[in-house]
């Protein structure tokens, strides 16, 4: 079965503001301070991977954001890469973010305009794919990217665990957050972010990813209360879709992990054989 995003918008033109990247750069710009668990939730959506695979590596950032996802590949020893995104405001909190690490390129890209280079080692992309338009499209130029040989990564939301999020938040964000001024919506998170922390301190939730969020900060907490409000578009997909999307592109030896018991994480490589399994670029379709 096809992504139902994938069917809508077939045979349209990628639109990279349907991701909502102005969303995301009001996010950057407020919270862009680099905190110390960011490392362990790097980690956690990186499985994968650990500090020595980086070392030596190039790789390309999808969707930097604030740029703290390139920012530890460098310090387990990578050689450097390329972190892009949309926003301007993202793309200066990356820069800001990454300024010890020269060999790391903060470019303005959107992800349907990666040429087919196959120059990196790595393609990763945190917490980005989900909210695309295309979503396949976006895999694919990230598949084009890598070396033959090379490794894709993305985490994406699940659906499993998280089928209240998709049934009962999605119609409103929709609805009502995703039309909102992003300021009022952040103000607004302040609210849900209270009854959560006052729900973690009572103990709600057992899942690995409350006793997860019980360890954060009520800043730090907010922020992801935030994240969850503001974009247009958030998909939650079960294991079979993410599995799906990436044989789809032509990855090889693909695995998955259940990050935090509600999402994915997953890994793929290129085929060995330049081109094989991999269709051209989405500049060429």
Same mark, same amino acid.
């Given at each position: 079965?096809?992504? $139902? !995003?994938?069917?809508?918008?077939?045979? =349209?033109? +990628?639109?990279? #503001?349907?991701?909502?990247?102005?969303?995301?750069?009001? /996010?950057?710009?407020?919270?862009?301070?680099?905190?110390?668990?960011?490392?362990?939730?790097?980690?956690?959506?990186?499985?994968?991977?650990?500090?020595?695979?980086?070392?030596?590596?190039?790789?390309?950032?999808?969707?930097?954001?604030?740029?703290?996802?390139?920012?530890?590949?460098?310090?387990?020893?990578?050689?450097?890469?390329?972190?892009?995104?949309?926003?301007?405001?993202?793309? $200066? !909190?990356?820069?800001?973010?990454?300024? =010890?690490? +020269?060999?790391? #390129?903060?470019?303005?890209?959107?992800?349907?305009?990666? /040429?087919?280079?196959?120059?990196?080692?790595?393609?990763?992309?945190?917490?980005?794919?989900?909210?695309?338009?295309?979503?396949?499209?976006?895999?694919?130029?990230?598949?084009?990217?890598?070396?033959?040989?090379?490794?894709?990564?993305?985490?994406?939301?699940?659906?499993?665990?998280?089928?209240?999020?998709?049934?009962?938040?999605?119609?409103?964000?929709?609805?009502?957050?995703?039309?909102?001024?992003?300021?009022?919506?952040?103000?607004?998170?302040?609210?849900?972010?209270?009854?959560?922390?006052?729900?973690?301190?009572?103990?709600?939730?057992?899942?690995?990813?409350?006793?997860?969020?019980?360890?954060?900060?009520?800043?730090?907490?907010?922020?992801?209360?935030?994240?969850?409000?503001?974009?247009?578009?958030?998909?939650?997909?079960?294991?079979?879709?993410?599995?799906?999307?990436?044989?789809?592109?032509?990855?090889?030896?693909?695995?998955?992990?259940?990050?935090?018991?509600?999402?994915?994480?997953?890994?793929?490589?290129?085929?060995?054989?330049?081109?094989?399994?991999?269709?051209?670029?989405?500049?060429?379709?």
């Amino acid at each position: 079965m096809r992504d $139902a !995003a994938e069917s809508e918008f077939a045979g =349209g033109r +990628p639109d990279p #503001a349907a991701g909502s990247p102005e969303r995301f750069g009001y /996010e950057w710009q407020t919270y862009a301070e680099m905190r110390p668990e960011y490392e362990e939730q790097f980690r956690r959506w990186t499985v994968h991977l650990d500090p020595a695979s980086w070392r030596g590596m190039r790789f390309l950032d999808v969707g930097c954001g604030m740029g703290r996802n390139s920012y530890w590949p460098m310090k387990y020893g990578a050689a450097g890469g390329t972190a892009i995104d949309v926003d301007e405001r993202s793309l $200066a !909190a990356a820069r800001r973010t990454l300024a =010890g690490f +020269p060999s790391v #390129a903060v470019r303005a890209q959107s992800v349907y305009e990666i /040429e087919p280079s196959a120059s990196f080692d790595i393609a990763f992309s945190i917490g980005v794919i989900h909210h695309l338009e295309w979503p396949e499209r976006a895999l694919r130029a990230m598949a084009g990217a890598v070396k033959p040989g090379g490794h894709v990564l993305i985490w994406v939301y699940g659906l499993e665990n998280n089928r209240w999020i998709a049934r009962f938040l999605t119609p409103l964000r929709r609805l009502l957050f995703s039309r909102l001024p992003i300021a009022l919506v952040h103000h607004l998170s302040l609210y849900p972010t209270v009854l959560l922390w006052l729900g973690l301190r009572l103990g709600i939730g057992r899942s690995e990813y409350f006793r997860l969020l019980r360890r954060l900060s009520f800043r730090h907490l907010r922020s992801i209360v935030f994240d969850q409000m503001l974009p247009r578009i958030a998909h939650y997909w079960p294991r079979a879709e993410v599995e799906r999307l990436m044989h789809e592109v032509g990855l090889l030896d693909v695995r998955l992990a259940w990050v935090n018991e509600m999402s994915w994480s997953a890994i793929g490589r290129r085929p060995a054989q330049a081109g094989a399994g991999i269709a051209a670029g989405p500049a060429a379709r």
